[in-house]
């Protein structure tokens, strides 16, 4: 079984201040790595996965995380935020063998970008 | 495309009666997930199918809740009889890749009130 723990249920940060969402999983087998977003009102969409490969990755809107495996850690992060990245982050793991392939998504951290 | 499209948008109901969501998946993806979203839960996987298979419905909360994929591009979540705390954002998303899910896509929703 996995579980996902974001951390942060909130993040206040300031306009084009740096962000960091926290996300820490536990899994006893490999898995895929996710992080989505959710506006208000709507469905969730992908940010950036980590599948293989660089540890580094990069996503829309600027977004980038990294994965490090010794850590079980996936944290998110954008060097500049603007008010339109208001919203709610959720990271979401897939296991890689062949039980059940659904993600499992973490408890979800609000940023809230003020001017 | 048009993405994943669930109706209703939103569904108020009295306690007692059935409740019928339903969604139409992007064509040519083989995978569908149903996830209910509530503030106290987050993000909770229901149900998945595979090629219109139940795979994993170890998520439904309980006999009153029930899932189907007639076809390839339409499913339905049913709750008979609806009770209050079934009260939540129901969410279906699709995807091509069963193995991954790196391309999973969200539906809008469907916001369930129970009275």
Known sequence: AQSVTQLDSQVPVFEEAPVELRCNYSSSVSVYLFWYVQYPNQGLQLLLKYLSGSTLVKGINGFEAEFNKSQTSFHLRKPSVHISDTAEYFCAVNPMDTGRRALTFGSGTRLQVQP | ?115
């Open chain 2, 1 to 115: 495309d048009a993405g994943v499209i669930q109706s209703p948008r939103h569904e108020v109901t009295e306690m007692g009666q059935e409740v019928t969501l339903r969604c139409k998946p992007i064509s040519g993806h083989n995978s569908l997930f149903w996830y209910r979203q509530t503030m106290m839960r987050g993000l909770e996987l229901l149900i998945y199918f595979n090629n219109n298979v139940p795979i994993d419905d170890s998520g439904m909360p309980e006999d009153r809740f029930s899932a189907k994929m007639p076809n390839a591009s339409f499913s339905t979540l049913k709750i008979q009889p609806s009770e209050p705390r079934d009260s939540a954002v129901y969410f279906c998303a699709s995807s091509t890749n069963g193995a991954t899910n790196e391309k999973l896509f969200f539906g809008s929703g469907t916001q369930l009130s129970v009275l």
